[in-house]
């Protein structure tokens, strides 16, 4: 799919560089004359992917779904939206695809992209990181960021903390073989030798977003035992070790004359976050 009217009017009413104010006008465009935008944070193309839009492609004769494409300095026009099925189109060897040109500033092309992307859920964690962080760096809020993608101001910071993961464990994000919330997790370890243990163990053993959780905090924590700051009453220890095995967290029971008292020991905002979250709960802290 590409930007309707009324998804341009939505993108004009907020931080969207103008993008509503910009005409789109369809012609059917030279595969050659085509390039890769600059702007596009997307790398991962498998060869599979590439292979099924080639096949589609050849059946349909040419791409239902344009390319929005801007025009380019050195001659030709840089894609803004499709680069998947351009290099399709290669593979199957089309001559012409269509397209939809708009005439964007780099701002407004690296945002259609990056919001495209996200839409559909095309970008790895890191590709998804690394153009949320270029936001940033442009001086976006996270706030802003949020708004314009459709996402909560939590989503937002949460990607872009992975971008300060060790690059060993990027890659395991990269490949799929850790997902974005394993990322998140090891977020909280500042050690980036500890960070690709953790990695490295959690792809081995497959490790699910809650055992890589206690396994953190195994090494983050190292708590005393529950019974060690118990209540003196050896059922509601019992509770607070069931509770502790459960949510990956050191948890403290009492029970007064007025009712009961819990509380969880952490050591960074990270692990709190990620013990709200597990709760439904998007903060940023």
Known sequence: MYPSDDDHKH??????????????TFRRIDVDQLHRGPWQFRRDFSDASINEIASSLLKAGTNITPLIVTPRLAGGWSIVCGERRWRGAQKAQ?????????????????????????QREQFNPIEEANALKAWEEKGLTHDEIAESIGKSRGYVSNYIRLVGLDIQVR?????????????????????????????????????????????????LNKPKPVADLGSGDPDVDRLARIISEHTGYTCIIKKTPSGWQAGFAMTNNEQFAGLLERMGIDVEL
């Open 11 to 24: 993108l004009a009413s907020i931080k969207t560089f103008g993008i509503g104010e910009v005409p789109l």
């Open 94 to 118: 089309l001559h012409e695809l269509n397209c939809l040109v708009a005439n964007y500033t780099e701002e407004q092309a690296s945002f259609v992209s990056i919001v495209d992307n996200i």
């Open 171 to 219: 890659d395991h994000l990269i490949s799929g073989k850790l997902s974005a919330s394993h990322g998140r997790l090891l977020c909280s370890v500042e050690s980036n030798m500890v960070q690709r243990q953790l990695a490295s163990a959690a792809v081995r053993g497959q490790w699910s977003y809650k055992r890589l959780q206690q396994k953190i905090n195994e090494v």
